[in-house]
């Protein structure tokens, strides 16, 4: 599944931000799974907040699947990805979840 991760950057150590990607991206590929992070995303010469957002969307839309990171909930760009991927009946998944919590689930 390609599978698109949904991480809070805004407010945040991007280099941490960064690193914690990179952690979910490896489990992700180590299962099977091609995963894109939103650092891996052009969103222009000097992107707005917008642009960013637009761009991710843009590569949401060719995923499987979205990885919800902790702290989604609190992060504008998360809850608009996750609402996108709702719409657009991608599977939808939460960090530190596990397949038999009723919160991660197959949305078709």
Not at 47 to 65: I, K, N
Request: charge should be negative; aromatic fraction near 14%; glycine fraction near 6%.
């Amino acid at each position: 599944m390609r599978i698109y991760i949904s991480i809070p950057i805004t407010g945040h150590d991007e280099k941490e931000v960064r690193e914690h990607a990179d952690l979910i991206k490896g489990a992700l590929s180590r299962a099977g799974h091609s995963p894109i992070t939103p650092f891996e995303i052009y969103a222009g010469v000097k992107p707005t907040y917008a642009d960013y957002l637009c761009s991710d969307l843009r590569a949401l839309a060719d995923c499987d699947a979205i990885f919800l990171c902790d702290g989604w909930q609190f992060s504008r760009g998360c809850r608009i990805e996750r609402m996108f991927a709702e719409e657009f009946c991608k599977y939808i998944m939460y960090e530190n979840q596990k397949e038999s919590d009723p919160l991660y689930y197959f949305n078709r």
